[in-house]
């Protein structure tokens, strides 16, 4: 690996820099005809790229384009965003707060900021208790952890569950039942975290299947998930057991190669365009301890093509196969994990204990498995969406959804889409989109 010497900084010094140089964040409207321009012009810090894209992210923009620049002591980005539908950013409430949470009162390097109206997606729900499960997925199973909860008088009030490579990997924030505070109580814990643990290994004996742990950091949710499953090594799948999951037209085309003027090594992925696609990419270099010195970003109908200019914190470039192989399985492995075919089903319904539980339990004895979920509550409602797809692997008989709107119907608002597996469905139609906005269907349940 060729290396690069590195200037040292003093953290002081760079404290300083910053209060004399604070960051600059413009919102620009009238540049381009059918999109948003976010400029941001800071001083260079660990992980900053990382934090801007969460921020756009967070609050649903589509990032289009982009141009990455911080080689040196300056970072300079330029993003071109739209909202979920194609239109440019008018919002105020929205401008204000990406002006604010860019500017230079954001201190976002402690990971703590949240969009007010985000109940999932940042450790923010509230007086709770964070749990992590990691395991190997089967049908069924998270029914069978929300049944865990639901008995042990556990409420659970948000959670967002990814399976990748026949692993799952769930946050689930929870609180008592009766008081709606956080469980803190080292003996009612070690009970739930035991039958949780029993529930994820199944019937294997192996205590390294699964995994149990509580947590009240301020990781962002999306990162944990994505840090969970790097853990675990979901990239490592032989590559069969992957394929059978995923369709061509989802298969990313990614290259690594050396970028001999700059000593850079120089990533280039091609993909199917979708929500958050940027953050997943630059999420997992970041945690693999990889620095983007320059990136350009850009989206062509459903197609997305993206390249970036690293180095190793250490300085190093990738000039060793086996490190650029294994880099390449991870980004693939980062970009799959919010893939999701089949039907999404989108709830409303009033919060209470236990309506979790419920649900899955519906969804288990209609024969259908549960790839990935969000769930959140705002105010007394509960708002779910869950992607499944039929447990024998077979697409989703409609008849089995009329089923289920006749059996949860009266008691909660759904809506079922299809996700579109075609290569034709662009990234605005809201294709494994992550984030949950209800709209329309949250009103009517509302009124």
Partial sequence: MAKVCWPY??????????????????????????????????????????????????????????????????????????????????????I??????????????????????????????????????????RPGLLSEISAVLADLHFNVVGAEVWTHNRRIACVVYVNDDATCRAVDDPTRLSVMEEQLKNVLRGCEDDDKVARTSFSMGFTHVDRRLHQMLFADRDYEGGGTTIEADYPPSFKPKITIDRCEDKGYSAVSVMCKDRPKLMFDIVCTLTDMQYVVFHASISSDGPYASQEYFIRHMDGCTLDNEGEKERVIKCLEAAIRRRVSEGLSLELCAKDRVG??????????????????????TVGEQAMNVFYVRDASGKPVDMKTIEALRKEIGHTMMLNVKKEPSSAKTPEASGWAKTSFFFGSLFERFLT
């Fill in 9 to 94: 900084f003093d953290p002081e010094y760079e404290n300083l820099s910053m209060r004399i140089n604070p960051p600059r964040v413009s919102v620009d409207n009238l540049s381009c005809s059918d999109c948003t321009l976010i400029k941001v012009d800071s001083m260079n810090k660990p992980g900053i790229l990382l934090e801007v894209v969460q921020i756009l992210t967070d609050i649903d923009l589509l990032i289009t384009k982009a141009y990455i620049s911080s080689d040196g002591g300056w970072f300079m980005d330029v993003f071109h965003v739209t909202d979920q539908q194609g239109n440019k950013i008018t919002d105020g409430k929205i």
């Fill in 96 to 137: 204000d707060y990406i002006e604010k949470a860019l500017g230079p009162k954001g201190d976002t390097i402690d990971g703590v900021k949240t969009w007010p109206g985000k109940r999932v997606g940042v450790h923010s729900v509230g007086d709770h208790t964070a749990i992590e499960l990691i395991g190997k997925d």
């Fill in 355 to 376: 309506l979790l539980s419920e649900v899955t339990r519906v969804l288990r004895e209609h024969g259908l498995s549960v790839t990935r979920a969000g769930v959140s």
